[in-house]
């Protein structure tokens, strides 16, 4: 049996939302309890299947778990268990999501070995990871990679500092190598380091349990490796992912939204990229206001030419708001090229829009222009299947502004990153029902 959303869309939505704790960041964060075997108390954790995988994965490799509330848990990794690392279940587990992945640094830094299956994660185009183990090979790791049955292997007895020029600003990259090097012995520089809110918690937290790290927030980390780690607390932040898609939910619907603590200095060019669309929102306090809004219309560029949204690696804009901003875009009034630069995969969602009767252009797996519909003719309902984690909120959204029926299915992609999605679109006066089918 599978589940699936009823949305019965075109009603003007109203009311408060609070974002989630960021997943990006919970993966992180997550991942870094296996530095210390003193006790981790976490706060904020989304209630999402990617984060629930990644904490039962810990629980069976031996982590202490409690549930202290909703989202709060402490972790004490003092006693764990590498055959369950090396079995047939952890290789199932660990592809089933992307952040595992970043459980290899801190295995390698802490225990000297780390072993991992290929991840898994959303399928938007190629995923590599030659930037996790180049930096690993780089402090002293030796790396093999069994291609039978797509299983890395890592092994160190002692990981050494030294500069590091990562090949690509990744994320889960960064975070993976700065886990690794915060334990090992002497000075560690990584450059071109991705520099994500996510990575500036995470590097937070390290320096909390007694890491070194400078350069927190820039794309020069310097890390001083020390001999151990002790426990913290730490409490994630909104998921600015999230408040993105609130943004775009409360535009597309004609609504009038607050969003409630969004954390705004964090938001870096967000909210800037959805005014560029003409959306109306205002800072009040840490809450973002939108009114409700008729029309909404696209700026050109100062010499007049088409606007483009495209993302780059942060503070430029995250790749992960791009499907919002182009679901958001067909109701505009005016054009936009969605350039989508990271993923070669992630458009090809626009189908379904297209169905729906959007006006957009895929000119190439990167490239979309989208034709705005000024809200003079409504999306049309339809059947859909969610691709992916934020096509699916996007598809989600075109289908609560649409007028009649849709059904969206694979809603286990949408599950994955976003806490009882239907429950608070409800309390916001959306009709959505999670059916089985
Ligand atoms: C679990 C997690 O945190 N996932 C996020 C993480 O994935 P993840 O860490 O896997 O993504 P990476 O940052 O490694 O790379 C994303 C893509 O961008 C390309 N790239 C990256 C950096 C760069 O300077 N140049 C470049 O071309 C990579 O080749 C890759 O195709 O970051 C992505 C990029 O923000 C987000 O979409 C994912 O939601
Ligand atoms: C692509 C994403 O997730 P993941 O890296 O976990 O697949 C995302 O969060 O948008």
């Not at 954390?263 to 800037?272: A, E, F, R, S």
């Given at each position: 049996m599978?589940?699936?959303?009823?949305?019965?869309?075109?009603?003007?939505?109203?009311?408060?939302?609070?974002?989630?704790?960021?997943?990006?960041?919970?993966?992180?964060?997550?991942?870094?309890?296996?530095?210390?075997?003193?006790?981790?108390?976490?706060?904020?954790?989304?209630?999402?299947?990617?984060?629930?995988?990644?904490?039962?994965?810990?629980?069976?490799?031996?982590?202490?778990?409690?549930?202290?509330?909703?989202?709060?848990?402490?972790?004490?990794?003092?006693?764990?268990?590498?055959?369950?690392?090396?079995?047939?279940?952890?290789?199932?587990?660990?592809?089933?999501?992307?952040?595992?992945?970043?459980?290899?640094?801190?295995?390698?830094?802490?225990?000297?070995?780390?072993?991992?299956?290929?991840?898994?994660?959303?399928?938007?185009?190629?995923?590599?990871?030659?930037?996790?183990?180049?930096?690993?090979?780089?402090?002293?790791?030796?790396?093999?990679?069994?291609?039978e049955e797509y299983f890395y292997s890592l092994k160190a007895n002692e990981l050494t500092g030294k500069?590091?020029?990562?090949?690509?600003?990744?994320?889960?990259?960064?975070?993976?190598?700065v886990m690794a090097a915060v334990l090992a012995k002497g000075?560690?520089?990584?450059?071109?380091?991705?520099?994500?809110?996510?990575?500036?918690?995470?590097?937070?937290?390290?320096?909390?349990?007694g890491a070194n790290i400078s350069g927190i927030g820039s794309n020069l980390l310097t890390i001083e490796g020390v001999s151990h780690l002790h426990g913290t607390e730490h409490t994630m932040l909104p998921d600015m992912v999230e408040i993105g898609s609130w943004i775009g939910l409360a535009a597309m619907t004609k609504s009038e939204m607050t969003i409630k603590n969004?954390?705004?200095?964090?938001?870096?060019?967000?909210?800037?990229?959805?005014?560029?669309?003409?959306?109306?929102?205002?800072?009040?306090?840490?809450?973002?206001?939108?009114?409700?809004?008729?029309?909404?219309?696209?700026?050109?560029?100062?010499d007049g030419s088409i606007l483009t949204v495209s993302d780059a690696p942060w503070p430029g804009f995250t790749p992960d708001l791009l499907s919002i901003v182009l679901v958001v875009a067909t109701q505009a009034k005016g054009t936009v090229l969605i350039h989508q630069k990271m993923f070669?995969?992630?458009?090809?969602?626009?189908?379904?829009?297209?169905?729906?009767?959007?006006?957009?252009?895929?000119?190439?797996?990167?490239?979309?222009?989208?034709?705005?519909?000024?809200?003079e003719y409504p999306l049309r309902g339809t059947n859909m299947t969610s691709p992916d984690i934020r096509a699916g909120n996007a598809l989600l959204i075109a289908a609560l502004s649409a007028e009649g029926k849709s059904i969206i299915h694979n809603i286990e992609q949408i599950d994955r990153g976003y806490e009882n999605i239907d429950g608070r679109l409800k309390a916001l006066g959306a009709d959505i029902e999670r059916i089985q089918l």
């Open positions: 599978s589940e699936a959303f009823q949305i019965r869309g075109g009603k003007q939505l109203h009311g408060e939302i609070k974002p989630q704790g960021a997943k990006n960041e919970a993966l992180q964060i997550l991942c870094a309890v296996l530095l210390t075997g003193e006790e981790v108390r976490i706060k904020n954790i989304p209630d999402i299947h990617d984060v629930n995988r990644l904490i039962e994965i810990l629980g069976d490799f031996g982590v202490k778990i409690t549930e202290n509330a909703h989202g709060d848990y402490t972790f004490k990794a003092d006693n764990v268990n590498f055959d369950y690392i090396k079995s047939k279940e952890f290789k199932k587990d660990g592809a089933r999501l992307r952040g595992s992945i970043m459980l290899l640094g801190p295995m390698l830094a802490r225990f000297g070995e780390a072993y991992m299956p290929t991840p898994g994660g959303d399928k938007i185009g190629r995923r590599r990871l030659d930037t996790h183990f180049q930096g690993f090979i780089e402090l002293g790791a030796e790396f093999h990679y069994d291609e500069f590091i020029l990562l090949e690509e600003a990744s994320v889960t990259g960064t975070a993976n190598v000075k560690t520089r990584i450059y071109n380091a991705a520099c994500e809110p996510y990575l500036q918690q995470l590097c937070k937290m390290l320096n909390r349990m969004v954390n705004w200095n964090q938001l870096g060019v967000i909210p800037n990229t959805f005014r560029k669309l003409g959306i109306q929102l205002e800072q009040s306090g840490d809450d973002i206001y939108i009114p409700a809004q008729e029309h909404y219309k696209i700026q050109k560029f100062i070669e995969s992630r458009l090809f969602f626009v189908d379904k829009l297209i169905d729906m009767g959007a006006q957009i252009i895929l000119c190439d797996p990167h490239r979309a222009t989208v034709v705005g519909l000024n809200h």
